[in-house]
Structure formats: structure tokens, C-alpha cells
Nanobody, 124 residues
Framework: QVQLVESGGGLAQPGGSLRLSCAAS????????MSWARQAPGEGLEWVSG????????YYADSVKGRFTISRDNAQNTLYLQMNSLKPEDTALYYC?????????????????WGQGTQVTVSS
């Protein structure tokens, strides 16, 4: 079965950095687009970033553009999110999401499986 296991969350100071990882198994990782989404306390889910199956194209929410970088290693079945210049409003539970398609179609119907999430807290 599909498994997505996130890691790398934690506490960071404003302006700091964290790198999230997502280990994928149970499906052909190299054929699926992937995304990161997050949910802040008391808020709804927010899509953060997506990447096509071969890594050729990446997509970002305006709120993180220029600060976050999504990447993937298809040989290691791993998805990454490098987060720089962190802000308190980046505090959230971050989820790894697999798509049904090879292109990161940004509709909920294309989202397939979700990880359990990793907590990111940005505070001084």
C-alpha cells in the first residue's frame, strides 16, 4: 500500500531554515507528481508546492515563492522541501501528498495519498 512518511520538522527561529523529507513507498514514485500541503492551527489546508514526476517543473503558492524549494530524488523515492527565511506564519503541520497524475494538477481530485504530517514551528 502507499506510504508517505515525512520527517525534518521542528522548531526554527524566524529567518531560519528547515528541510523536510518525505520517503515514499508502495507505488511507482517516478511516475507521479508530488506536492506539499500544510495546515496551520485553526486554519484550513493550504497547498504549498508541487513538482512534476520527472522534476522538470515546480510550482509554488505565492506565500512561499522565493523562500521554499521543492525537489525530488526518484532514485531514492524521496521528496524534499527546503524552507528558508522562515516566518511565524509558516507554522503548521506539513503533509506530503502524492498525485494520480505525472503533472502536478492542482485539484483535490488529483491528490491520491497523504502522509501523517510533520510539525514545523517558527518562533523566537
Amino acid at each position: 500500500q502507499v506510504q508517505l512518511v515525512e520527517s525534518g520538522g521542528g522548531l526554527a527561529q524566524p529567518g531560519g531554515s528547515l528541510r523536510l523529507s518525505c520517503a515514499a513507498s508502495g507505488f511507482t514514485f517516478s511516475r507521479r507528481a508530488m506536492s506539499w500541503a500544510r495546515q496551520a492551527p485553526g486554519e484550513g489546508l493550504e497547498w504549498v508546492s508541487g513538482i512534476d514526476s520527472d522534476g522538470s517543473d515546480t510550482y509554488y503558492a505565492d506565500s512561499v515563492k522565493g523562500r521554499f524549494t521543492i525537489s525530488r530524488d526518484n532514485a531514492q523515492n524521496t521528496l524534499y522541501l527546503q524552507m528558508n527565511s522562515l516566518k511565524p506564519e509558516d507554522t503548521a503541520l506539513y503533509y506530503c501528498v502524492s498525485h494520480r497524475s505525472a503533472i502536478a494538477v492542482l485539484t483535490t481530485t488529483d491528490f491520491d495519498a497523504w502522509g501523517q504530517g510533520t510539525q514545523v514551528t517558527v518562533s523566537s
